[in-house]
């Protein structure tokens, strides 16, 4: 971001667009919490062992006891506490500083986040053509390659901006200060390579479950999970169109744009990645509930029904079983004939 000096502009009015990153950030933390506890139940729900993709589903969610997602998250929320989202010429200096530390921070958790989310998602695919597929297992494995260095160095060129790094939001401390161009460029060359691999995240489990034996209805709906991901495809080109925000001048007024992509593109990502794994728990829930309540109607009618006599008895038996029929029913009435035929 932008070390340029501003000019006060008395017609700017002090407002905030920080509230949009904020609603946006409550609504995805409490969708990711929901989103992998309920990977987790699921995964102990099922017999299948739990797998490589769920460890690096879990990894994009632990950082030393935090989250790297929702380390960023909380970041951005404190960033917009700071004034992240104002013009900058109505912060102090120290508002400034926060700003400038909170979103570089930023910056690095949402790499290290976009990588074991983007990691999981190819062990989930390998997990899918395991014993089958073999060139398009080492053509995941080279995605894998590209994705792990591609994000080591945007995590270098992140770390060596300054020396020391508290430059970067301290520029009064003795030290270098690279240009931010330098990262910028980094960013937006490996954001154009990671849309090509997010674009066959997302289509090659299409064409994987296409191949599979299963229902076709099943099917119809793990794809159209999967194939969600393309709207994070998207999010992430219409991204780089805000890539010039970097350079503003007045940088805490013009990013909240850019970190609002990023947040959607983010946070999409994860939910998408939990899709596949969640639905299974979510539909048996359904089922269940459904169950529940076909049960709970008839059991009401018994209850209401009373015992006023042995014959209401019978017909409140029958109720209960689910039938609305209030007579005998024809298997009963043979089962009694055959206990006459025995007494004879």
């Given at each position: 971001?932008?070390?340029?000096?501003?000019?006060?502009?008395?017609?700017?009015?002090?407002?905030?667009?920080?509230?949009?990153?904020?609603?946006?950030?409550?609504?995805?933390?409490?969708?990711?919490?929901?989103?992998?506890?309920?990977?987790?139940?699921?995964?102990?729900?099922?017999?299948?062992?739990?797998?490589?993709?769920?460890?690096?589903?879990?990894?994009?969610?632990?950082?030393?006891?935090?989250?790297?997602?929702?380390?960023?998250?909380?970041?951005?929320?404190?960033?917009?506490?700071?004034?992240?989202?104002?013009?900058?010429?109505?912060?102090?200096?120290?508002?400034?500083?926060?700003?400038?530390?909170?979103?570089?921070?930023?910056?690095?958790?949402?790499?290290?986040?976009?990588?074991?989310?983007?990691?999981?998602?190819?062990?989930?695919?390998?997990?899918?053509?395991?014993?089958?597929?073999?060139?398009?297992?080492?053509?995941?494995?080279?995605?894998?390659?590209?994705?792990?260095?591609?994000?080591?160095?945007?995590?270098?060129?992140?770390?060596?901006?300054?020396?020391?790094?508290?430059?970067?939001?301290?520029?009064?401390?003795?030290?270098?200060?690279?240009?931010?161009?330098?990262?910028?460029?980094?960013?937006?060359?490996?954001?154009?390579?990671?849309?090509?691999?997010?674009?066959?995240?997302?289509?090659?489990?299409?064409?994987?479950?296409?191949?599979?034996?299963?229902?076709?209805?099943?099917?119809?709906?793990?794809?159209?999970?999967?194939?969600?991901?393309?709207?994070?495809?998207?999010?992430?080109?219409?991204?780089v169109a805000y890539v010039r925000n970097f350079f503003a001048a007045d940088f805490t007024w013009a990013l909240p744009k850019v970190y609002l992509f990023t947040i959607f593109e983010r946070n999409l990502a994860?939910?998408?990645?939990?899709?596949?794994?969640?639905?299974?728990?979510?539909?048996?829930?359904?089922?269940?509930?459904?169950?529940?309540?076909?049960?709970?109607?008839p059991s009401q009618q018994s209850i209401d029904c009373g015992h006023p006599d042995l014959q209401n008895d019978s017909q409140c038996a029958i109720i209960t079983i689910g039938s609305r029929e209030t007579r005998p029913s024809k298997s009963l009435q043979l089962s009694e004939l055959s206990k006459h035929g025995e007494d004879r």
């Amino acid at each position: 971001m932008s070390t340029a000096p501003i000019v006060f502009d008395p017609d700017l009015p002090d407002i905030s667009t920080g509230q949009s990153i904020i609603i946006a950030d409550i609504i995805f933390t409490v969708l990711i919490i929901l989103s992998t506890g309920t990977r987790i139940v699921s995964r102990f729900h099922s017999a299948a062992p739990f797998g490589i993709e769920n460890y690096m589903i879990l990894l994009g969610l632990t950082n030393s006891a935090s989250a790297f997602n929702l380390t960023t998250n909380a970041l951005e929320f404190r960033s917009v506490h700071s004034g992240f989202g104002r013009h900058l010429q109505f912060l102090t200096d120290a508002q400034e500083r926060d700003v400038r530390r909170y979103s570089q921070y930023n910056i690095l958790f949402a790499i290290l986040s976009l990588w074991a989310i983007k990691i999981s998602i190819c062990f989930f695919i390998l997990g899918l053509i395991r014993d089958t597929h073999n060139r398009s297992r080492w053509i995941l494995y080279g995605l894998i390659l590209v994705t792990t260095v591609g994000s080591l160095i945007q995590s270098v060129f992140w770390g060596t901006q300054a020396q020391p790094l508290e430059k970067l939001w301290n520029p009064e401390i003795p030290g270098t200060h690279a240009s931010p161009t330098t990262l910028v460029i980094t960013i937006s060359l490996f954001t154009a390579i990671f849309s090509i691999t997010d674009l066959f995240y997302a289509v090659s489990p299409i064409y994987f479950f296409g191949r599979l034996q299963m229902d076709l209805k099943k099917k119809l709906i793990v794809i159209g999970l999967t194939g969600s991901g393309l709207v994070v495809f998207a999010v992430s080109i219409v991204r780089v169109a805000y890539v010039r925000n970097f350079f503003a001048a007045d940088f805490t007024w013009a990013l909240p744009k850019v970190y609002l992509f990023t947040i959607f593109e983010r946070n999409l990502a994860e939910l998408i990645a939990d899709l596949p794994a969640v639905y299974p728990e979510i539909h048996r829930r359904y089922r269940q509930l459904m169950k529940w309540r076909k049960t709970i109607g008839p059991s009401q009618q018994s209850i209401d029904c009373g015992h006023p006599d042995l014959q209401n008895d019978s017909q409140c038996a029958i109720i209960t079983i689910g039938s609305r029929e209030t007579r005998p029913s024809k298997s009963l009435q043979l089962s009694e004939l055959s206990k006459h035929g025995e007494d004879r």
